[in-house]
Every structure is written in structure tokens, then in C-alpha cells.
């Protein structure tokens, strides 16, 4: 089994900045990608970035957040600047691990952080 445990959420004002951090732990042969979703109240889970051979973004975010990864740590990270209303959301870390030389990928998910932006 693995674990993701994320950090770094909170309450800023519009224009601040935040980062998120998200560290997996537990069974871990390679982590293949990385990344943040978000889901506000009444929507789906949106993507918000991935880190894998490659990076993406969802362009609402593209130009103020950028993700990052500390392979030797298994850990993701979020910088978010530029914070917008209407980035508030629930933020959930994901990551496809494979946990052996024989298994497969499998994802897992974090337990979600709340970001909210208010003045």
C-alpha cells in the first residue's frame, strides 16, 4: 500500500500565493507520475498539473502555478501564485506507483487539502 500526505493548504487573499506539498510513502518501486487535482463544490475533479515524462497544466492555472518533484523524497509540489477566487477548491494529490518489478501501476490519491481565496 501507499500513502499520500498532503500539506500546505490554508486561507490567502486573492493575488497571494501558496504552496502545496504532497509526500507518498509505503510500497514504492517507481512513482511514474505525479500531479494535483482540485474539485470545487458542486463540480467534478478537475486536473490541475502533472508531472511525469512530461509536465501539464490546465490552462487556468498555466504562467501562475508551477510543479515540481523531489524524486529522491517521493515528493510532489504546488507553487501557486497569483491566487484567484476562483481557484478555491479541495486539492487532492495523485500519484501512479508501481510498487514492484511485476506489478502493475496503480493510482492512489490523497486525502485532499483545502485552499480557499478571500479577501
Known amino acids: 500500500q501507499v500513502q499520500l500526505v498532503e500539506s500546505g493548504g490554508g486561507l490567502v487573499q486573492p493575488g497571494g500565493s501558496l504552496r502545496l506539498s504532497c509526500a507518498a510513502s509505503?510500497?514504492?518501486?517507481?512513482?511514474?507520475?505525479m500531479g494535483w487535482f482540485r474539485q470545487a463544490p458542486g463540480k467534478q475533479r478537475d486536473l490541475v498539473a502533472v508531472?511525469?515524462?512530461?509536465?501539464n497544466y490546465a490552462d487556468s492555472v498555466k504562467g501562475r502555478f508551477t510543479i515540481s518533484r523531489d524524486n529522491a523524497k517521493n515528493t510532489v509540489y504546488l507553487q501557486m501564485n497569483s491566487l484567484k477566487p476562483e481557484d478555491t477548491a479541495t486539492y487532492y494529490c495523485?500519484?501512479?506507483?508501481?510498487?514492484?518489478?511485476?506489478?502493475?501501476?496503480?493510482?492512489?490519491w490523497g486525502q485532499g487539502t483545502q485552499v480557499t481565496v478571500s479577501a
Open positions: 508531472s511525469g515524462v512530461s509536465t
Open positions: 495523485y500519484a501512479l506507483v508501481v510498487s514492484s518489478q511485476t506489478s502493475a501501476p496503480q493510482v492512489y
Open positions: 509505503g510500497r514504492i518501486f517507481r512513482i511514474n507520475i
